[in-house]
């Protein structure tokens, strides 16, 4: 069976760090692009960052560039995010997502086929 968990949400001050992590199980690790994604209250699900498959290029949405780094240690089947320099406005659950349609990667949800069961983040001001 298909299955990606999130875990290393929590509560943080403005300014403050954390480290997600998206382990998966259940399929081809090396053959799908992993994506993370969050959502807000009453918003649209916000494409944040995602590797290839190769594990070698990497994509960022604008709100967090700079700010968050994804990376991936393909032995043990876990994806990374580390969130550095938090705000508010990075309060949100935050999901992981796996596709292999995909040559490269993107933000655009529709994309992706499994996902988790996210993992809540709140930075408190």
């Known amino acids: 069976e298909v299955q990606l968990v999130e875990s290393g949400g929590g509560l943080v001050q403005a300014g403050g760090s954390l480290r997600l992590s998206c382990a998966a199980s259940?399929?081809?690790?090396?053959?799908?692009?992993i994506g993370w994604f969050r959502q807000a209250p009453g918003k649209e699900r916000e494409g944040l960052s995602c590797?290839?498959?190769?594990?070698?290029?990497?994509w960022y949405a604008d709100s967090v560039k700079g700010r968050f780094t994804i990376s991936s240690d393909n032995a043990r089947n876990t994806v990374y995010l580390q969130m550095n320099s938090l705000k508010p406005e990075d309060t949100a659950v935050y999901y992981c997502?796996?596709?292999?349609?995909?040559?490269?990667?993107?933000?655009?949800?529709?994309?992706?086929?499994?996902w988790g069961q996210g993992t809540q983040v709140t930075v408190s001001s």
């Open positions: 997502a796996a596709d292999r349609t995909y040559s490269y990667c993107s933000g655009v949800r529709e994309r992706y086929d499994y």
């Open positions: 259940g399929f081809t690790f090396d053959g799908y692009n």
């Open positions: 590797i290839e498959k190769n594990r070698r290029s990497t």
